[in-house]
Structures are given as C-alpha cells and as structure tokens.
C-alpha cells in the first residue's frame, strides 16, 4: 500500500527551480533511500513535504488524504516525523525534557508523555545522558535525539534528514541498528536522505536518485549504484565514460 | 528545573511552604511602620508584575519590553468604570485581567508576526503608543490629571493580604501550567520554534496561551496598583523605564526562565530602589538619592555578565563559588 505519494512536485526560489516535476510513491514499511549530489534538492523535499516551504506546484498525498497546504504541526500530527540535517535539540532542556515534550502530542498527560517518553529513551540508547542538556550532547547523542524527539510524536512515516552525517564508526552502526529497528520492530515507514554511501545502500530497500532537483532513476540499491547517470552525477562524466579510469 | 523530574507533578513543595509563611509574618514584623508595610506591598505587585513577564519572555521566549501596556490597561480598566460611572475600581481585580488579555489578544495579532528583536520593538512601542493615547484623550481619560479615587482602608494589612493571595496566585498558576503539556510546549516555542512545529505544535496557539495568561496576570498587577495608590496617570502605569524595563529587571535579575526569580527580584528591585531614592534613609548624602537608576542599571550589567541565569537560575553556581572562596580564605 503506498503511504506518501508525491505528485509531480516543483519548488521554485525565485528563477531556480530546486524541486522539478518529482513523483514518488513510498510504500508502507519499506525504506526509500533518497540520494543525489550536494544541492539537487533532497531535504527541500523534505521541507516541501511537512511545509517548511510552500509548495509551488504539485501535490502531497499521506494514506491518500492530500497535504499539501496544510501547516506543519498539522501534518506532524497526522502522522510525518521528520528529523533536521543541521540538529535542532531543544538546547536548554534535558534530553528527557525534549522528546516529552514530543510525546505530549499524543497525550495531554505529564505521567503518560514522560512513560512513552521513557520508552523512546531506552530504544534509541539515551538512558545514559537522559538527565543532561541537549545543548551539551556531542553529536552522536544530538543525532540519536533528533531521531528520538520524531518517535515521540508516534509518527506513520519517518523522514529521516543525514541522521548518520558526521558519526564516527561505532555511533555509525548503532545509528544503522536503530533505523532498521524502527522499521523491523515499531513497522514505521522510512525516507531517509543520506550521503555515507554504507548507510544508504546496506538499509534501503529502494533508492531513487535526483541531481538537480529532477528524478534521475528509481530502484534496488545495486541497480541505482551501477546506473550511468548516477555515477556522472556524482562523480562527473569523465569518470562515468572511463575517462579518469583510464588515464 | 532539570534536577528533579519526578517531583514534576505538581505539588507545593516545603520550601515553598516557608516563603509563604514567611510573608504572611513579614507585615507584622514591620508592624511599626505602615512606610515598610507600604514597600512590601509594592514587592507583591511587583512579583505579579515579574512573573507575568517571565512565562511570557523567560518561558516562551517572548521578550516583552511592553509589560506596561497590560499593566496600564488593567489600571485604567479598573479606574475608568470609577470615574465615569462611579463603579468601585475593586471591580477591577475581575476586569482588569480579562480587558488586558483583550488588549494582549489585539496587540499579539500585530506583534506575533514579528520575531526576536523586531517584537521586542513591537510591544515597546505599543506601550508608547498607549501611554501618549491615554495621555491625550481628555474625554476618556482626564490625560495628565489621572484618576483619583479614595482608597477604601487607611490600614496596609487589608491590601497586603489580598495583594499576598494575589502574588501567590500568580507563581502558583504559572507553576502549575509549566508542569503541564502548555508548560512543555511553551518553552519548545522559545527553544526552537521550526523544531516545535515539526514536533506537532501549534506554535501561534501557544504563543496566544502564554500572552492571555501573562496579560491576565499583569492586568490584575495594574488593577491592584490603582486600588491600592488611590491615583494613576498614563505616565505612571505606562512608564516605559518604571514599569517596563523595570519588570525586565526583575526578572533577568531572579532568574528569567524559574519559578520564584521574578519574586526574588522583586524584593531585590524594591530594596535597592528605596534604599537609593530615600539616600539610604537619610544617612547618606542627598545625591546619592538621584543614583538609583545608575546603581540598579550597574546591577543588570554585573548580573548579565557574571550570571546570567539570574540569582535563582545560576544558585549552584553562586554557593559553588562561595564555597571556593571560603576554601581559599581558610588557607
């Protein structure tokens, strides 16, 4: 069953067009890789999709009810978590302090936000640091945060933003477990944008690739590495003709 | 606040219980003098004052330079009904909260759309605007003469008492809803604003939730003022140092973002400011009676380089230090 549709969406800024004509249908309880070169428009997908940014034509579809102009709490609530590339922890409370505050969107209680509060803790490995500030949270914690504070809202669909950007190789495999539990235990829907090409590839059950803001393929994982557009795109034409190889 | 989860849930705690025994005594250790009966009734509006301020700017991140607006509004809706209509301003303790919540509601349509700086210009002018409005308008509100009226009780201890439960309501109710999901919310929004949409909330709702309570508790400050001084002017109760930087003040120097700071800096705001207006009872020489601006204005430098989470807010740090340097002097 498809649970995010994407209608040929088009975002333009002005002359530049960052979104071109997109479509895409995520299906439950797979894990859609989004990947592309810097500035081809993943995470203004994103944004397009829990409204940060108008849309400038197209439309947005979850479990078939359109979204589109809906504001962003609004379609936080119906069911899309997102997490932020550059972290936004709520600094100044403590890491148990943020994601309540997250599961206070289910609940109108203190004890029943902090009891689902204390689940997420314990799934994405915060128990330790749980009583310290975000704001003082190394990276590693920040983004393991980032993932916790969307859980907390009980969303549908995870839109998960360079979640494993910036971690060393320990923190990068608890990231990897923690994604894949997301889906494997909690069934929760995941697209997830990403460079580290060890992430994207070892958990995406499929990948669609953009460069400049236009889909360029869609696919397994090993199809999308092996495409020719995708190599140029990343790694320019000469070495996609042979050309560096080569010489 | 982050020590301490689990005594979350709300409750009167027994230091809390102390302070509030403690100021039902203070009026009649001071029993001798109605003159410092006098200045503890003005820590009492001045804790409403402050604490208004703090859910407003130190929990929702909605730094108001304006609180005189709310304050003035809440004044003139208790003493405009008096003299027009001779209608008791005692009435006022239920308008005066519920008109400036109105007024909040209006002025929060225009100030909402602006963020950090820009709404703090906002509510400072609209302040401004308010002040020179009443000022001028003869008609409505006798401008520059003010209203005078009678106060009911020649005796302090009637006054202190209802301005006692009135202060408590204020931290208390403002307690209470920081232990709840509004609580929660509110200081997301001041936290991160993008960050709490994403997270499901409703950002302008609780940004409008904070102001009502906020406006509601500095109307209630500005109707107990009028009750209690008998007179107001717009230059008075919508003074932009004495009342809006001064509520600033108050808070910054408790503890912008606790629950008691605005209550400690308002006793530390009205000890200082007496002790300097009347040059420190008589004993010092007159001009040190025309410093209190300066030495509360060196205060606010010297708290928000030194300690800037206020003298509640930065507590551990404070004993941390004192217990260092009394380790040194021991050497």
């Known amino acids: 069953m498809t649970i995010l549709r994407l209608e040929k969406l088009t975002k333009n800024f002005g002359g530049l067009t960052a979104v071109n004509n997109i479509s895409l249908e995520v299906q439950e309880g797979e894990i859609l890789g989004l990947i592309g070169p810097n500035g081809s428009g993943k995470t203004t997908i994103f944004n397009l999709i829990n409204q940060y940014y108008k849309v400038s034509s197209g439309k947005i579809f979850l479990e078939d009810v359109e979204i589109t102009n809906l504001k962003t709490y609004e379609i936080a609530r119906l069911g899309i978590g997102r997490t932020f590339q550059v972290v936004k922890p709520l600094k100044r409370l403590t890491v148990e302090e943020n994601i309540m505050a997250a599961a206070f969107s289910n609940s109108n209680s203190f004890n029943a936000a902090k009891k689902s509060a204390k689940e997420v803790i314990d799934f994405c490995h915060l128990r330790d640091v749980a009583h310290m500030k975000a704001g003082s949270l190394p990276i590693g914690g920040r983004k393991r945060l980032e993932i916790a504070k969307a859980l907390a809202t009980k969303p549908k669909v995870l839109l998960l933003d360079e979640t494993a950007a910036g971690l060393n190789p320990t923190e990068l495999d608890t990231a990897i477990e923690i994604i894949m539990k997301i889906r494997d235990d909690l069934g929760i829907t995941i697209v997830i944008v990403e460079h580290i090409m060890k992430v994207i590839m070892n958990i995406s059950d499929r990948i669609h690739a953009i460069a400049y803001g236009t889909t360029i393929t869609s696919g397994k994982p090993e199809e999308v590495a092996k495409n020719k557009t995708v190599i140029e795109s990343y790694l320019g034409s000469d070495y996609a003709s042979g050309g560096i190889a080569n010489a | ?331």
């Open chain 2, 1 to 331: 606040m982050s020590s301490g989860l689990k005594s979350r849930s709300f409750q009167i705690t027994k230091t809390e219980w102390y302070i509030i025994i403690a100021f039902i005594l203070l009026p009649f250790v001071f029993d001798f003098s109605p003159y410092f009966q006098g200045l503890l009734i003005f820590v009492l509006i001045w804790v409403m004052l402050g604490s208004s301020w703090n859910l407003l700017a130190g929990y929702t991140g909605l730094v108001s330079f304006g609180h005189a607006a709310y304050f003035g509004i809440g004044a003139y809706a208790a003493a405009l009904p008096y003299y027009h209509f001779h209608i008791s301003p005692w009435w006022g303790l239920l308008t005066g909260g519920l008109v400036a919540v109105i007024f909040g509601y209006l002025l929060g349509i225009v100030v909402f759309r602006l963020r950090g700086p820009y709404f703090a210009l906002g509510t400072l002018a609209s302040a401004e605007i308010l002040r020179l409005i009443f000022g001028e308008e003869d008609w409505l509100t006798n401008g520059h003469n003010g209203i005078l009226y009678m106060t009911t009780w020649v005796s302090k201890y009637p006054y202190y008492f209802i301005g006692l439960i009135l202060a408590l309501g204020a931290v208390f109710s403002i307690k209470a809803i920081m232990n709840s999901k509004a609580g929660f919310y509110f200081l997301s929004i001041r936290e991160d604003e993008d960050a709490a949409e994403a997270l499901g909330i409703n950002a302008k709702k609780y940004k409008n939730i904070s102001t009502v309570i906020s406006t509601f508790w500095a109307g209630i400050a500005g109707a107990f003022y009028m009750i209690y001084m008998g007179f107001i002017d717009p230059e008075v109760v919508f003074a932009l140092h004495n009342i809006s930087i001064i509520t600033i003040l108050v808070g910054i120097i408790g503890g912008v973002g606790t629950i008691w700071g605005p209550a400690l800096g308002a006793a530390v705001m009205v000890i200082v400011q007496e002790m300097f207006r009347s040059a420190i009872f008589g004993l010092a020489p007159s001009w040190v009676s025309r410093m209190h601006s300066l030495v509360f204005g060196l205060l606010v430098i010297f708290v928000i380089l030194y300690m800037a989470g206020g003298i509640l807010g930065d507590w551990n740090l404070i004993t941390k230090k004192l217990k260092f340097l009394k380790r040194n002097q021991g050497k």
